[in-house]
Protein backbone atom coordinates (compact mmCIF):
# COMPACT_ATOMS: atom_id res chain seq x y z
CA UNK A 1 0.00 0.00 0.00
CA UNK A 2 1.48 3.25 -1.15
CA UNK A 3 1.90 6.11 1.80
CA UNK A 4 0.19 8.88 1.90
CA UNK A 5 2.33 10.57 3.77
CA UNK A 6 5.65 9.81 1.76
CA UNK A 7 6.41 12.90 0.11
CA UNK A 8 5.89 15.25 3.97
CA UNK A 9 8.90 15.06 4.95
CA UNK A 10 10.83 17.90 3.33
CA UNK A 11 8.27 20.03 4.04
CA UNK A 12 7.55 19.27 7.68
CA UNK A 13 11.28 19.65 8.31
CA UNK A 14 11.25 23.16 6.75
CA UNK A 15 8.19 24.20 8.48
CA UNK A 16 5.82 24.38 5.03
CA UNK A 17 2.94 22.15 6.19
CA UNK A 18 -0.09 24.25 7.48
CA UNK A 19 -1.12 23.52 10.95
CA UNK A 20 -3.66 20.50 9.85
CA UNK A 21 -1.55 18.89 7.97
CA UNK A 22 1.11 19.20 10.14
CA UNK A 23 -0.89 17.31 12.86
CA UNK A 24 -1.68 14.68 10.87
CA UNK A 25 1.95 14.21 9.82
CA UNK A 26 2.85 13.86 12.73
CA UNK A 27 0.04 11.49 14.28
CA UNK A 28 1.15 9.25 11.44
CA UNK A 29 4.85 9.59 12.21
CA UNK A 30 4.70 8.42 15.60
CA UNK A 31 3.85 4.64 14.07
CA UNK A 32 5.95 4.90 10.84
CA UNK A 33 9.81 3.87 10.83
CA UNK A 34 10.45 4.74 7.08
CA UNK A 35 8.81 8.41 7.41
CA UNK A 36 10.82 8.86 10.67
CA UNK A 37 13.99 7.63 8.66
CA UNK A 38 12.75 10.40 5.97
CA UNK A 39 13.29 13.04 8.90
CA UNK A 40 15.76 12.26 9.99
CA UNK A 41 17.54 12.27 6.45
CA UNK A 42 16.23 15.62 5.57
CA UNK A 43 17.98 17.19 8.76
CA UNK A 44 20.52 19.40 6.96
CA UNK A 45 17.82 20.54 4.17
CA UNK A 46 17.13 23.89 6.21
CA UNK A 47 21.08 24.93 6.67
CA UNK A 48 21.72 24.17 2.65
CA UNK A 49 18.76 25.93 1.74
CA UNK A 50 19.55 29.04 4.03
CA UNK A 51 22.68 29.71 2.67
CA UNK A 52 21.37 28.84 -0.87
CA UNK A 53 21.33 32.76 -2.98
CA UNK A 54 17.55 33.19 -4.00
CA UNK A 55 19.09 34.16 -7.57
CA UNK A 56 19.92 30.62 -7.84
CA UNK A 57 16.64 28.39 -7.08
CA UNK A 58 15.23 28.81 -10.74
CA UNK A 59 18.41 27.24 -11.63
CA UNK A 60 18.68 24.48 -9.79
CA UNK A 61 14.75 23.55 -9.66
CA UNK A 62 15.12 23.42 -13.32
CA UNK A 63 17.76 21.19 -13.34
CA UNK A 64 20.27 23.37 -14.92
CA UNK A 65 24.14 23.59 -14.54
CA UNK A 66 25.58 25.33 -11.42
CA UNK A 67 25.95 28.79 -12.62
CA UNK A 68 29.47 30.44 -12.63
CA UNK A 69 31.15 32.35 -9.77
CA UNK A 70 31.70 32.47 -6.22
CA UNK A 71 31.66 29.37 -4.56
CA UNK A 72 28.30 28.40 -3.09
CA UNK A 73 26.25 25.54 -1.81
CA UNK A 74 24.39 25.05 -4.49
CA UNK A 75 26.50 22.01 -5.80
CA UNK A 76 25.32 20.40 -2.72
CA UNK A 77 21.91 20.77 -3.08
CA UNK A 78 22.09 20.47 -6.56
CA UNK A 79 23.41 16.92 -5.55
CA UNK A 80 20.53 16.51 -2.76
CA UNK A 81 17.80 17.47 -6.01
CA UNK A 82 19.18 15.00 -8.41
CA UNK A 83 19.27 12.35 -5.57
CA UNK A 84 15.55 12.87 -5.20
CA UNK A 85 14.57 13.07 -8.60
CA UNK A 86 15.17 9.19 -8.54
CA UNK A 87 12.82 8.48 -5.62
CA UNK A 88 9.14 9.29 -4.47
CA UNK A 89 10.20 12.40 -2.53
CA UNK A 90 11.31 14.57 -5.80
CA UNK A 91 8.29 16.93 -6.61
CA UNK A 92 8.53 17.47 -2.09
CA UNK A 93 11.47 18.42 -1.99
CA UNK A 94 11.64 20.74 -5.14
CA UNK A 95 8.22 22.52 -3.74
CA UNK A 96 9.68 22.89 -0.08
CA UNK A 97 12.60 24.29 -1.01
CA UNK A 98 10.87 26.79 -3.58
CA UNK A 99 8.68 27.55 -0.51
CA UNK A 100 11.63 27.80 1.70
CA UNK A 101 13.97 30.28 -0.25
CA UNK A 102 10.88 32.62 -1.25
CA UNK A 103 10.23 32.58 2.48
CA UNK A 104 13.41 33.50 3.72
CA UNK A 105 13.85 36.48 1.18
CA UNK A 106 10.49 37.67 2.10
CA UNK A 107 11.98 37.27 5.56
CA UNK A 108 9.29 34.95 6.88
CA UNK A 109 10.14 30.98 7.20
CA UNK A 110 6.31 29.72 5.93
CA UNK A 111 3.64 30.43 3.73
CA UNK A 112 1.31 29.44 6.25
CA UNK A 113 0.65 30.52 10.25
CA UNK A 114 1.16 27.63 12.36
CA UNK A 115 -0.48 27.36 15.65
CA UNK A 116 2.16 28.07 18.47
CA UNK A 117 0.80 25.64 21.30
CA UNK A 118 4.51 26.36 23.11
CA UNK A 119 5.39 29.63 25.14
CA UNK A 120 7.98 31.81 24.33
CA UNK A 121 11.37 31.65 25.68
CA UNK A 122 13.43 34.64 25.48
CA UNK A 123 17.39 34.83 24.10
CA UNK A 124 19.82 35.76 26.33
CA UNK A 125 22.23 38.03 24.95
CA UNK A 126 25.97 38.02 25.33
CA UNK A 127 26.21 41.37 26.39
CA UNK A 128 24.35 44.83 26.90
CA UNK A 129 25.97 45.64 23.82
CA UNK A 130 24.20 42.70 21.29
CA UNK A 131 21.83 45.03 19.21
CA UNK A 132 19.44 42.19 18.87
CA UNK A 133 16.90 40.10 20.47
CA UNK A 134 14.66 37.09 20.30
CA UNK A 135 12.41 34.20 21.12
CA UNK A 136 11.66 31.14 20.60
CA UNK A 137 8.88 28.02 20.92
CA UNK A 138 10.28 24.71 20.92
CA UNK A 139 7.54 21.73 20.98
CA UNK A 140 8.37 18.34 21.32
CA UNK A 141 7.22 16.40 18.15
CA UNK A 142 7.95 12.32 16.74
CA UNK A 143 11.41 12.28 15.66
CA UNK A 144 12.59 15.95 16.84
CA UNK A 145 11.67 19.25 17.95
CA UNK A 146 9.90 21.89 16.23
CA UNK A 147 11.30 25.49 16.69
CA UNK A 148 9.38 28.72 16.10
CA UNK A 149 11.45 31.57 16.48
CA UNK A 150 11.12 35.37 16.14
CA UNK A 151 14.46 37.48 16.17
CA UNK A 152 15.02 41.70 15.24
CA UNK A 153 17.37 43.49 14.88
CA UNK A 154 17.71 46.72 16.89
CA UNK A 155 20.63 48.60 16.45
CA UNK A 156 21.53 51.36 13.84
CA UNK A 157 20.79 50.38 10.21
CA UNK A 158 24.12 51.93 8.45
CA UNK A 159 23.98 49.96 5.05
CA UNK A 160 26.50 47.59 6.50
CA UNK A 161 25.67 43.83 5.52
CA UNK A 162 25.24 41.72 8.26
CA UNK A 163 24.28 37.77 8.77
CA UNK A 164 22.27 36.17 11.33
CA UNK A 165 22.80 32.42 11.43
CA UNK A 166 20.82 29.88 13.87
CA UNK A 167 22.23 26.79 15.60
CA UNK A 168 21.29 23.79 17.82
CA UNK A 169 24.37 22.71 19.57
CA UNK A 170 24.12 19.15 20.82
CA UNK A 171 25.17 17.86 24.82
CA UNK A 172 27.85 16.28 25.04
CA UNK A 173 29.68 18.23 22.41
CA UNK A 174 29.36 17.47 18.85
CA UNK A 175 28.95 19.64 15.34
CA UNK A 176 26.11 22.17 16.25
CA UNK A 177 23.28 21.36 13.66
CA UNK A 178 22.98 24.92 11.31
CA UNK A 179 19.49 25.26 11.17
CA UNK A 180 18.80 28.22 8.94
CA UNK A 181 20.29 31.96 8.62
CA UNK A 182 18.76 35.41 7.41
CA UNK A 183 20.56 38.89 6.33
CA UNK A 184 20.08 41.90 8.60
CA UNK A 185 18.51 44.18 6.09
CA UNK A 186 15.47 46.00 8.73
CA UNK A 187 14.54 46.25 12.11
CA UNK A 188 11.56 44.24 11.17
CA UNK A 189 10.75 41.17 12.94
CA UNK A 190 12.47 37.48 11.14
CA UNK A 191 10.37 34.37 11.74
CA UNK A 192 11.74 31.11 11.27
CA UNK A 193 9.98 27.41 11.99
CA UNK A 194 12.18 24.62 11.63
CA UNK A 195 11.92 21.00 12.83
CA UNK A 196 15.34 19.78 14.11
CA UNK A 197 15.66 15.98 14.29
CA UNK A 198 17.23 15.85 18.05
CA UNK A 199 14.66 15.63 20.98
CA UNK A 200 15.07 18.97 23.31
CA UNK A 201 16.71 16.61 26.40
CA UNK A 202 19.53 16.33 23.63
CA UNK A 203 20.02 20.12 22.88
CA UNK A 204 22.36 21.72 25.31
CA UNK A 205 21.73 25.83 23.49
CA UNK A 206 20.38 27.13 20.51
CA UNK A 207 22.38 29.99 19.70
CA UNK A 208 22.02 33.16 17.52
CA UNK A 209 25.64 34.42 15.68
CA UNK A 210 27.45 36.30 13.27
CA UNK A 211 28.76 35.68 9.88
CA UNK A 212 31.87 35.09 11.40
CA UNK A 213 30.19 32.57 14.36
CA UNK A 214 30.47 35.36 17.41
CA UNK A 215 27.53 34.08 20.16
CA UNK A 216 24.85 36.60 20.07
CA UNK A 217 22.06 35.28 21.17
CA UNK A 218 21.34 31.92 23.68
CA UNK A 219 18.26 29.98 24.34
CA UNK A 220 18.88 27.04 27.08
CA UNK A 221 15.74 24.70 26.56
Not at 21 to 37: I, K, S, V, W, Y
Not at 47 to 75: D, H, I, Q, Y
Not at 141 to 168: F, K, N, Q
Request: hydrophobic share 45%.
Amino acid sequence: MTDGFAHDAAPYVLGALGPEDRRAFEEHLEGCAPCQAEVRGFAGLPGLLSRLPAGELPAALAGEAEPPGPVSVVPAVMARIRSERRSRTRRAVLVAAAAAVIAGAAGAAATEVLDRPAAAVAFTPASAEVPASAEARLTDVPGGTRIDMTCRYEGELDGRAREYVLLAVPKGGGEPARLGSWPVLTAADYGMVVVVPMPRGQIDRLQVTNATGRSLLTLRP
